[in-house]
């Protein structure tokens, strides 16, 4: 498991071939429902119960805060999280993995993006 943006590593020509990514977008807040779309525009994002197909847990305290992403139904092998500050392009996100769920705890935080909403994306390697 690797937090890098998948995008990068690989042909764009072809892609789907070797990647089954799902693109979830979240507020804080407002954690009943999720959006989800199997491509990264959030016009076509779907909203979805939260705790259905993926559940998404998040707090902050002070300036920490704490993301938890569990797929009920697909693999994560590599994702991205839109909040997380890297200090540049090729910076890991530490996520900590244990099966299909995914936790990352930082005190880097960008502001939402999307209409005042974060953005995970999952990957699958569908070769694996």
Known sequence: MTGCNPVALVNPASYGDKWDNTYLWFKPGEMTTIYISDNGDPNTAEPIPNDSEFLI?????????????TSYYQDIDFAWFTGYDAENASEEIPWVQNGNTIELQSSKLLDPTDG???QISISED???
């Open 126 to 128: 569908l070769k694996d």
């Open 116 to 118: 005042e909403m974060y």
């Open 57 to 69: 847990e998040w707090d902050k305290k002070n300036e920490v805060y704490n993301l938890k992403v």
